[in-house]
């Protein structure tokens, strides 16, 4: 697919031609004449270096005019809402409140699912990830299994487009850094989805220390220092590497996902303060918050912060497997956590700064999803939509740069043991081993304690009748919910809130 010329767009030869120098020329009639044709080509040749990209301009410098901007997208893992410093959670994340305060904060921002894969799915295709061969975690074949069954684990499709071969014909290179977990036979790794380079690991739970499945494009790779640190300087370095042309940087940290490993100072410092079993959470979430403060001063140092649209978010809320959540390392004030979808497994942090574009200090409670990201790149490089090609998210470009309204119709997400949908403010969760939904008012009552199913039958009966529909055109051969409760199903329950009927 080739895309449209970008506004401002300049073709220029990747190399000078010999016979723009000087000391090219082949033949020399008068000296009077090669001297004019020497200046005219050394004039040629400023005009060329004058039009080119300037590779480090001084920082703070104003945004190239006709460049369309970089983006750097900042994926935690299980990172619950409000457990970043700014929240008040008492874990020092001091670059990632640098992006609070010089950004845009959306309060009512979606992942796809209440788990990894179809989240970074859908933000990679802009789809939901039920039409895209990721309806839930990507699990890892098993020798001599049938192909049928490796099949059956889930692998992001060839069939969808995703970011990096959206962005391609705007002249952006891409890379993934971090966790990939969307596919881990070879032939469904990110290089087969558009991405220029990769660092990091196939796996859903990588480790921090000796992570496992470390590749370097298609070479296996053997990590010796911490994941994060890891990620964070391939990051730094493709930023150095391509300061010169637009890019496109995943930054998908492993960070603070179980098992929470991490330098034994940083760890010391929570133990102090949380106690051991909270600690190697917190340490986690500083030790990436050190690794954006090294992005952005990449950034600054490039002079590229105001050609940069930076964002951060989670791919869901926060896990249970290291015990009950209570704060800090929970969704609080919202229900549940990770694998639930209810507000606390789904609603996550999301910070976008861009410097000149997006309004500092502002916060938006604008219902939006990660799968928004990708029509809202596109528009910001100038990149039109192929109407062959749609996508399920919005252009929330406009909602960044300050003009509110509402952006969806409606939201769903469909998870092993439960699925969920909302409407305007109103939001309905059914599990699997509940025979009736409940349903929540957010506006009145986003901590969702209070279930209105029994007051608003005909409200009960619109939202499951939308979702079915939604499941006719999204996911046809969707399995039932599972009916079994998983044991730490209600971990994420904090006092007063109600408990599954
Ligand atoms: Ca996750």
């Known amino acids: 697919m080739r895309g ?34 020497c200046l005219r080509r050394v004039f040629h040749l400023l005009a060329i270096v004058c039009l080119l990209p300037v590779a480090a301009p001084a920082p703070g410098a104003e945004p190239r005019a006709g460049r369309p901007p970089n983006f750097i997208v900042i994926l935690a893992d299980d990172l619950g809402y409000a457990d970043l410093g700014h929240d008040g959670s008492g874990i020092d994340t001091p670059n990632i409140d640098r992006l609070a305060r010089e950004g845009t904060k959306l309060t ?39 192909p049928e069954r490796t099949a059956s684990r889930g692998r992001l499709s060839h069939d969808a487009r ?13 890379m993934l850094a971090g966790k990939w977990h969307l596919g881990y036979e070879e032939g469904w790794w990110p290089r087969s989805y558009g991405f220029k380079r990769f660092w990091g690991s196939l796996a859903g739970t990588p480790k921090y220390f000796e992570p496992v499945l470390t590749y370097e494009n298609e070479t296996p790779i053997a990590v010796r220092e ?11 370095q493709f930023i150095h590497d391509h300061r010169g042309q637009p890019f496109f940087l995943y930054l998908a940290y492993n960070a603070p996902h179980c098992p929470r490993e991490a ?40 002079g590229l912060a105001k050609d940069t649209m930076v964002v951060f978010t989670s791919d869901n809320g926060p896990c249970v497997c290291q015990g009950p959540l209570d704060r800090p390392r929970s969704a609080a004030p919202l229900h549940g956590h990770k694998y639930m979808t209810h507000e606390g497994g789904i609603r996550v942090p999301c910070l976008v700064r861009w410097p000149g574009r997006i309004p500092a ?32 998210g919005v252009n929330i470009l406009p909602l960044l740069e300050g003009v509110e309204g509402s952006v969806h119709d409606d939201l769903h997400w469909e998870a092993n043991h439960a699925y969920g ?52 055109k999204y996911y046809p051969q969707h399995p039932p919910l599972s009916k079994t409760r998983p044991v730490w199903w209600e971990n994420g329950a904090h006092p007063g809130f109600p408990k599954s009927r």
Not at 163 to 172: I, M, R, V
Not at 226 to 236: E, L, M, P, R, S
Not at 272 to 300: C, H, N, P, S
Not at 432 to 449: C, F, I, N, T
Request: charged content about 20%; some cysteine.
């Open 226 to 236: 911490y994941f994060t640190d890891g990620i964070t300087g391939q990051g730094v």
């Open 421 to 472: 949908v909302r409407r305007g403010n109103w939001k309905l969760v059914q599990e699997g081993w509940v025979a009736a939904p409940y349903l929540y008012d957010l506006q009145s009552d986003p901590g969702e304690r209070r279930d209105l199913a029994a007051r608003h039958p005909e409200k009960v009966k619109e939202l499951v009748g939308l979702h079915e529909a939604w499941r006719r």
């Open 4 to 37: 449209p010329e970008r506004p401002g767009a300049i073709s220029l030869p990747t190399e000078f031609p010999a016979d723009v120098l000087c000391g090219a020329m082949s033949a020399t009639p008068s000296p009077r004449v090669e001297r004019i044709d």
């Open 108 to 146: 009512q921002f979606y992942a796809a699912a209440p788990y990894c894969s179809p989240t970074r799915a859908a933000f990679l295709t802009g789809r939901y990830p039920h039409s895209v061969g990721v309806p839930h975690i990507v699990s890892s074949p098993q020798p001599n299994e049938a």
């Open 162 to 174: 995703t970011l990096p071969q959206a962005l391609a014909p705007g002249g952006y290179a891409s």
């Open 361 to 392: 200090g502002r916060k938006t409670d604008t219902v939006a999803s990660i799968m928004d990201l990708f029509p809202a790149f596109l528009a910001a490089a100038g990149i039109q939509p192929v109407p062959s090609r749609p996508v399920d």
């Open 263 to 302: 330098p034994p100072e940083l760890v010391a410092k929570y133990e102090k303060v949380f106690g051991e079993d909270k600690a190697g959470y917190a340490a986690t979430i500083e030790r990436m918050d050190t690794g954006i403060g090294r992005v952005l001063q990449a950034l600054d140092d490039l």
